[in-house]
């Protein structure tokens, strides 16, 4: 372990024998140096020409190839009677300045902190290659789970977010001119103000198909072939991002095209609202009148009684009511009611892109006031 190749690694310099390919290791930078002025590289494939017990200091390798006595041979350590002493050379060609004239050279096996067999050298290196390239792999899974690059395609909201600006959530793409945004993925639920990244709920197809617009579209081509068209435009594969203005449990409503969250005292019944000022939409004829006053979160022309009105004014468990900062661009919760949180993929915090718009978003356009204006 201490040589960087695990705990398991067979030292094989009292085993290894002429012919052998073995492979030097040393983590000590020092000590590496000194190797390397002696022609021994750790990583390296060296063939053993040939092998003495260093009790034989007085003999020289019978390999003509050797041509050193081994007395000659400077010693890291300490020689003693179990040591041995290999004459050894690289088994492939290496880059010229690392080739040297006098191969084979001798050392002393215990020089070097580590000799492994070719066929443990490779394995570890596999193993260890798998491993790391399994490690990057999982944190870009990981990543790529938890953040995502978000570009800012349409006006809904600004200013806070002007198209182009970039946020994480990560997928960056090659609209290099839109504004970037951080999107992380949410562990804890959404609050008030926070601006959420979202997929499309069904709801907004069944909005915009039972619009002014949907229905002229389905006339139209159930003149044409008989076959009602349900849908004008659909929103599969595509991702919002919108500002929460009311979390479950909120008495959410819309007056004036702004949504509102009545905040009552029970001890008193006074109530104040939290008023969210979106504006009105371009269009608002597009939608049913109700999307821009109501008081309940949904849009339902069959309440039934009082009872029952009062029960859905109320966000329900998991339910929140969106808007877009810019109303007069956004298609949000007061056309298509609440979004449930199983669509909501994380928060945005931050602006990556442009760099002049490079910090956190700004808050939404909210007020506490007494009455309804």
């Not at 060609?93 to 580590?114: F, G, I, K």
């Not at 200013?159 to 504004?179: E, F, H, V, W």
């Not at 669509?343 to 945005?348: D, L, N």
Request: hydrophobic residues 40%; neutral net charge.
């Amino acid at each position: 372990m201490n040589q960087g190749f695990g705990t398991r690694a067979r030292n094989v310099a009292s085993t290894c024998q002429a012919g052998d390919i073995v492979v030097p290791l040393c983590a000590d930078l020092g000590k590496r140096r000194l190797l390397a002025e002696r022609g021994i590289y750790p990583g390296v494939e060296y063939l053993i020409c040939d092998l003495r017990d260093a009790g034989a200091t007085g003999e020289s390798f019978a390999t003509a190839e050797v041509g050193m006595n081994l007395q000659e041979q400077p010693s890291l350590g300490t020689k003693t009677a179990q040591d041995r002493i290999a004459a050894i050379r690289p088994a492939y060609p290496l880059r010229a300045h690392l080739e040297r004239p006098d191969w084979p050279v001798t050392v002393q096996l215990s020089d070097v902190p580590l000799w492994l067999s070719k066929t443990t050298y490779e394995a570890g290196t596999a193993l260890g290659t798998l491993m790391l390239a399994g490690s990057y792999l999982a944190m870009a899974s990981l990543v790529a789970t938890i953040v995502r690059i978000a570009v800012i395609p349409s006006e809904s909201m600004m200013p806070a977010l002007i198209p182009g600006d970039r946020s994480p959530s990560l997928k960056l793409t090659a609209l290099i001119l839109m504004k970037v945004v951080l999107v992380t993925r949410s562990v804890l639920p959404p609050k008030v103000g926070d601006v959420v990244f979202f997929d499309p709920p069904p709801s907004i197809d069944e909005a915009v198909a039972n619009s002014k617009i949907g229905r002229a579209t389905k006339t139209a081509s159930a003149d044409v072939d008989g076959s009602p068209t349900i849908s004008v435009v659909s929103t599969k594969g595509k991702q919002f991002i919108k500002r929460v203005v009311a979390v479950p449990g909120d008495n959410v409503g819309v007056y004036k095209s702004n949504p509102y969250v009545a905040l009552c005292n029970k001890n008193t019944n006074e109530c104040k609202f939290r008023v969210d000022r979106t504006g009105e939409y371009s269009k608002p004829d597009i939608f049913p009148d109700e999307s821009w006053n109501r008081v309940t979160p949904t849009i339902n022309a069959n309440l039934g009684d009082a009872e029952d009105k009062e029960r859905t004014s109320v966000l329900g468990k998991n339910e929140y009511f969106v808007a877009g900062d810019n109303g007069f661009r956004s298609v949000d919760s007061r056309v298509w009611g609440p979004l449930d949180r199983q669509y909501i993929f994380g928060t945005a915090q931050y602006i990556l892109f442009p760099p002049a718009h490079f910090g956190r978003i700004a808050n939404g356009n909210m007020a506490i006031t007494d009455v309804l204006q």
